[in-house]
Structures are given as structure tokens and as C-alpha cells.
């Protein structure tokens, strides 16, 4: 999948992006490491206005995938904020995290398809459904204790939007860790 840095090189982003970024940074220094996705989701839930922290460009979605945005890089590495916009029916590939993260829904009728790991088998189990509506915030430490494949179940765009712990230039790589489902 192609990623678009388009918005970190040099682009205007919306004023109340870089109050996100600020009080996520104040979060992720405050937080333990465990407490660290937690606490990024709280501050998640305070900005749930896609028009309020994205531009029309990147509130467009691709007819080929979801497509990505990263919206802003941490200077010194510590997170990285990435907007995903969702065509009806486009999901990600079952997954877990090579990082902690968590991540909104702003806009539109989401779906999070649950795994529990099964280490004898190598593979991901289904386990549930969860139905994530616009204002849902979710958080996960790395591993495979949190598998899931996310899609949009709805008929227009979706809008959610992921904080990762990983620099900018590794949010491609370094993020989803790829799970066999069984």
C-alpha cells in the first residue's frame, strides 16, 4: 500500500491538529509504558471532528484501499498521528502491533473483528465482532494480545484516526505486525 507523507512535508494542517499532537505528547510523557495507549486515547476522545483536524485531501478515501495520511511525526521519534479514510468495505489485514497504539472513529460506521492468538497453531482466531461508531476510542499495547482487522461497514467514507508509537518514517513498516487467521 502506497503511504501518503504529503502532510508532514510541508502542507497546512488544521490549528487544532498541532493542540492534538501537544496534548498527546504531554500524555505519552506523563504515562508509563503500559498506561501509554490508555492515556492516548483519552485524549483521543476530546478531538472527534474530522473537519477540525484534517484537510479535504485527507478526508478522501482511495478506490483501490483505505488510505493513509500521517498527519504529524513526533520530532524525537515518541508517536506519530496517522488519519485513515475508509471506501465502503475496505478493511486491513488481520493484524496485531509491533507497537502500542490507539485509534477513533470520526466518521462513519466502522467494524473491529476480534482474534485471540493461538501459539500452537500459528494463527488467529475469531472471537468477536465489535460494531465502532463515530466518538469509539481503542487502545492496545504491542503484541498479539489485541489481533483485529478493521473495516468499513458503512455506505460513505469512514475517518479514524491512529496514534502510533513509532517514528514517521516507520509508521509503513512498523506498525501493523500481520496475523494468519485460522
Known sequence: MRFNATSVAGAA?????????????RAVAAASTAQTPAAVAGVLAAYRE???LLTP?????NAEHYARH????????????????WQPGQCTPVHGHFTWCAYA????AMQE???DWDAAGQCALA??????????????????????RLRNVGAGTAISLHVYGVEGDRVATHVNR?????
Open 57 to 61: 485531501a485527507q478526508q478522501a478515501g
Open 13 to 25: 494542517q488544521p490549528q487544532r491538529l498541532h493542540g492534538l499532537a501537544a496534548d498527546i505528547d
Open 178 to 182: 500481520i496475523a494468519r487467521a485460522a
Open 105 to 108: 472513529v470520526l466518521r462513519g
Open 70 to 85: 500521517l498527519l504529524y511525526a513526533h520530532p524525537l521519534g515518541r508517536f506519530s498521528i496517522v488519519a485513515l479514510a
Open 127 to 148: 472471537t468477536r465482532v465489535v460494531a465502532r461508531a463515530p466518538g469509539d476510542c481503542v487502545a492496545s499495547l504491542a503484541g498479539l494480545d489485541a489481533i483485529h
Open 113 to 115: 473483528e476480534q482474534y
Open 50 to 52: 474530522p473537519d477540525e
